[in-house]
């Protein structure tokens, strides 16, 4: 019985490959695919911040590493923070952060936009209130929440990039 229900599954996977080649599906990081030729092309600007140096980090590693860069990556971090949970006492005990990063893919042969965009996210983090909590585990939550966000965001802008390298690929340096 398991391997009939293998078999089925297997069969049933081989068909939505036949359907998803059919309408010309391609994935995006295969040999040959639009972001193939993508690694290594661009060249990510500092990005001010320990989340900032956070952010870069993750975009090298998703982008690849600059060698023969035609483009350079410039972002905009920022992060807004608003209280969401009050106790008894008034105080704060949770806070949501809205990290927003505003970004543009810049043509070195060009010295201009060849895409830009917007990303935004939202994470938490508590502030606990007891006698035992210290500003010190606040202010590494909140670290932390920046962190995560700026990785998110990251994450987002390489995959906006990458879905977008038939477009940027032309403004590219002879």
């Known amino acids: 019985m398991w391997s009939s229900d293998r078999r089925r599954a297997g069969l049933a996977l ?25 690694a290594g092309r661009i060249e990510v600007g500092v990005i001010d911040g320990a989340a900032g140096f956070a952010m870069r980090e993750r975009l090298i590693a998703r982008l690849g590493e600059p060698a023969g860069a035609t483009h350079r990556l410039d972002i905009d971090l920022a992060f807004e923070q608003t209280g969401v949970a ?21 043509s070195l042969a060009a ?16 502030a606990p209130t007891s006698e035992t909590s210290s500003a010190f585990a606040i202010l590494s939550a909140q670290r932390d929440a920046q962190r995560r966000l700026a990785e998110t965001l990251a994450d987002r802008v390489a995959q906006r990039i990458a879905v977008a390298a038939d477009d940027w690929a032309a403004t590219a340096a002879p």
């Open 14 to 38: 081989a068909a939505l490959a036949l359907v998803a080649a059919s309408c010309g599906f391609e994935p995006l990081y295969a040999p040959g695919g639009p972001a193939a030729g993508a």
């Open 86 to 106: 009050i106790t008894e006492k008034d105080v704060t005990s949770r806070f949501d952060v809205t990290g927003t990063a505003e970004w543009k893919l810049v």
């Open 111 to 126: 010295d201009r936009a060849a895409i830009s965009g917007i990303e935004t996210t939202v994470t938490g983090y508590s």
